[in-house]
Protein backbone atom coordinates (compact mmCIF):
# COMPACT_ATOMS: atom_id res chain seq x y z
CA UNK A 1 0.00 0.00 0.00
CA UNK A 2 1.06 3.12 -0.88
CA UNK A 3 1.80 5.78 2.13
CA UNK A 4 -0.37 9.10 1.95
CA UNK A 5 1.54 12.19 1.08
CA UNK A 6 -0.99 14.19 3.12
CA UNK A 7 -0.11 16.26 6.06
CA UNK A 8 -0.17 14.64 9.32
CA UNK A 9 -2.02 16.96 12.05
CA UNK A 10 -0.63 17.16 15.63
CA UNK A 11 -3.27 17.96 18.67
CA UNK A 12 -2.77 20.42 21.11
CA UNK A 13 -5.12 19.82 23.77
CA UNK A 14 -5.98 22.34 26.74
CA UNK A 15 -8.47 21.79 29.45
CA UNK A 16 -8.58 25.50 29.84
CA UNK A 17 -7.95 27.36 26.89
CA UNK A 18 -6.88 31.02 27.08
CA UNK A 19 -7.53 31.92 23.73
CA UNK A 20 -10.63 32.26 21.35
CA UNK A 21 -12.86 33.69 23.31
CA UNK A 22 -15.50 35.83 23.83
CA UNK A 23 -16.61 33.65 20.16
CA UNK A 24 -18.35 36.42 18.62
CA UNK A 25 -20.44 34.89 16.03
CA UNK A 26 -22.39 37.23 13.48
CA UNK A 27 -24.97 35.19 11.07
CA UNK A 28 -26.33 37.36 7.74
CA UNK A 29 -28.42 36.57 4.80
CA UNK A 30 -26.47 39.45 2.95
CA UNK A 31 -22.68 40.42 2.94
CA UNK A 32 -22.15 42.76 6.52
CA UNK A 33 -21.23 46.57 5.38
CA UNK A 34 -18.13 45.65 7.83
CA UNK A 35 -15.41 43.20 7.60
CA UNK A 36 -14.38 41.09 11.19
CA UNK A 37 -11.47 42.48 11.62
CA UNK A 38 -13.00 46.08 11.20
CA UNK A 39 -15.19 45.24 14.14
CA UNK A 40 -12.50 43.02 16.19
CA UNK A 41 -10.97 45.99 17.76
CA UNK A 42 -14.20 47.82 19.02
CA UNK A 43 -15.78 44.35 19.69
CA UNK A 44 -12.61 43.36 22.32
CA UNK A 45 -13.17 47.14 23.65
CA UNK A 46 -16.92 46.00 24.38
CA UNK A 47 -16.51 43.35 25.87
CA UNK A 48 -13.44 43.96 28.37
CA UNK A 49 -10.50 42.07 26.50
CA UNK A 50 -8.80 44.78 24.63
CA UNK A 51 -5.64 44.28 26.94
CA UNK A 52 -5.56 41.15 25.42
CA UNK A 53 -7.75 40.88 21.74
CA UNK A 54 -5.87 37.69 20.84
CA UNK A 55 -8.52 35.79 23.14
CA UNK A 56 -11.36 37.23 21.01
CA UNK A 57 -12.74 35.15 17.68
CA UNK A 58 -15.05 37.25 15.33
CA UNK A 59 -17.02 35.14 12.85
CA UNK A 60 -18.93 36.54 10.14
CA UNK A 61 -21.24 33.74 8.61
CA UNK A 62 -23.48 33.70 5.94
CA UNK A 63 -27.05 32.03 7.00
CA UNK A 64 -29.06 31.09 3.99
CA UNK A 65 -32.68 30.61 5.67
CA UNK A 66 -33.41 32.06 9.08
CA UNK A 67 -36.71 33.32 11.22
CA UNK A 68 -36.49 36.81 11.96
CA UNK A 69 -37.64 39.47 14.26
CA UNK A 70 -37.18 42.25 11.82
CA UNK A 71 -33.18 42.18 12.49
CA UNK A 72 -30.13 42.32 9.62
CA UNK A 73 -27.99 40.12 11.60
CA UNK A 74 -28.39 37.82 14.62
CA UNK A 75 -25.06 37.69 16.89
CA UNK A 76 -24.39 35.12 19.10
CA UNK A 77 -22.04 35.34 22.04
CA UNK A 78 -20.08 33.08 24.20
CA UNK A 79 -17.74 34.06 26.57
CA UNK A 80 -16.30 33.00 30.28
CA UNK A 81 -18.78 33.86 32.88
CA UNK A 82 -16.11 36.11 35.75
CA UNK A 83 -16.59 38.51 38.23
CA UNK A 84 -17.01 40.92 36.62
CA UNK A 85 -19.19 40.32 34.05
CA UNK A 86 -22.05 41.11 35.95
CA UNK A 87 -25.65 41.01 34.17
CA UNK A 88 -25.80 44.53 34.24
CA UNK A 89 -21.85 44.63 32.58
CA UNK A 90 -23.08 41.90 29.96
CA UNK A 91 -26.68 43.76 29.35
CA UNK A 92 -24.26 47.29 28.57
CA UNK A 93 -21.83 44.92 26.32
CA UNK A 94 -24.93 43.48 24.43
CA UNK A 95 -26.32 47.13 23.56
CA UNK A 96 -23.02 48.40 22.81
CA UNK A 97 -22.52 45.57 20.07
CA UNK A 98 -25.81 46.16 18.99
CA UNK A 99 -25.34 50.07 18.24
CA UNK A 100 -21.57 49.19 16.62
CA UNK A 101 -23.62 47.21 14.07
CA UNK A 102 -26.23 49.91 13.72
CA UNK A 103 -23.37 52.03 13.35
CA UNK A 104 -22.17 49.70 10.28
CA UNK A 105 -26.19 50.19 9.30
CA UNK A 106 -27.79 46.79 11.01
CA UNK A 107 -30.00 46.50 12.74
CA UNK A 108 -28.85 43.13 15.34
CA UNK A 109 -30.43 41.16 17.86
CA UNK A 110 -27.25 40.14 20.24
CA UNK A 111 -27.45 36.88 22.95
CA UNK A 112 -24.95 36.01 25.25
CA UNK A 113 -24.12 32.90 27.05
CA UNK A 114 -21.65 32.77 29.54
CA UNK A 115 -19.60 29.59 30.10
CA UNK A 116 -18.12 27.89 33.59
CA UNK A 117 -14.39 27.56 32.00
CA UNK A 118 -13.97 24.52 34.02
CA UNK A 119 -16.10 22.24 31.47
CA UNK A 120 -14.78 24.10 28.57
CA UNK A 121 -12.28 21.80 26.12
CA UNK A 122 -10.24 22.73 22.67
CA UNK A 123 -8.16 20.82 20.97
CA UNK A 124 -5.59 22.66 18.22
CA UNK A 125 -3.83 21.42 15.27
CA UNK A 126 -1.10 22.23 13.10
CA UNK A 127 0.41 20.49 9.96
CA UNK A 128 3.93 19.06 10.19
Known sequence: AQASLAPRPTFCRSRAPKRAMP???????????????????????????????????????????????????????????????????VQKASEETAALLAKHGHAANVRVELYEPSLQYSAASTVE
Open 23 to 89: LVKIFSRRTLNVSATALHKSLAKIWGVQATPQVMKVLCLPVTDESTLGEDVYVDVRAKAKPERTPEV
